[in-house]
């Protein structure tokens, strides 16, 4: 779509295709089945359903930030701001301190990678409470965008089960790992 658009919603952001979506967090577990990973961490809307997956196969509970505090979280909260690329608005990623804490050893996980704005504000969050990233799995990246590589130059383990290197109207180049 323009804007750098990708549109997914046959399977991921509207319609959930739940046997592809099992297989992805097969995967994650797979490539972080090694890690001490005791918790993972996502952001609403769509990270949520990949998160769930991988969480199935590794055995850890899912917290998940909400995009703006609700009335039904305290006021002890992690909060960081997220620039959203594909929205273009800044909202406030909200974790209840009783969810997150020095203890844990945190996957996160999200279905878009494009500038890094939704992982930097987890990060965050991970920091203030006193966790160890683990790392970021991500379902789809966009590498021409290059919030990926950002991140992965930073130290920063990234693991994206698709990066689209560019992409038009009309097609799409994948990135070739090797």
Do not use: W
């Not at 359903?49 to 196969?57: D, H, L, N």
């Not at 690329?85 to 969810?99: E, G, H, I, P, Q």
């Not at 965050?124 to 970021?136: H, K, S």
């Amino acid at each position: 779509m323009p804007g750098d658009i990708l549109k997914v919603d046959c399977f991921l952001n509207h319609r959930i295709d739940v046997p592809f979506l099992l297989e992805m967090g097969k995967e994650i577990a797979r490539l972080y089945e090694n890690a001490p990973v005791n918790k993972i961490l996502t952001i609403e809307t769509s990270g949520i359903p990949i998160a769930f997956a991988a969480a199935q196969y590794m055995n850890v509970p899912v917290v998940f930030a909400k995009k703006d505090k609700s009335g039904n979280i305290s006021n002890d909260v992690y909060s960081s701001k997220v620039t959203s690329f594909t929205r273009k608005n800044v909202y406030d990623a909200v974790v209840s301190k009783s969810f997150l804490n020095d203890a844990d050893k945190v996957l996160i996980i999200d279905d878009f990678l494009a500038k890094g704005n939704a992982l930097t504000g987890l990060i965050d969050i991970i920091g203030q409470a006193g966790a160890e990233l683990c790392g970021c799995a991500i379902a789809i990246e966009k590498g021409f965008q290059g919030g990926g590589d950002e991140m992965r130059a930073k130290g920063i383990r990234v693991d994206s089960l698709a990066i689209v290197e560019s992409m038009s109207e009309n097609s799409l180049e994948f990135r070739k790992s090797f």
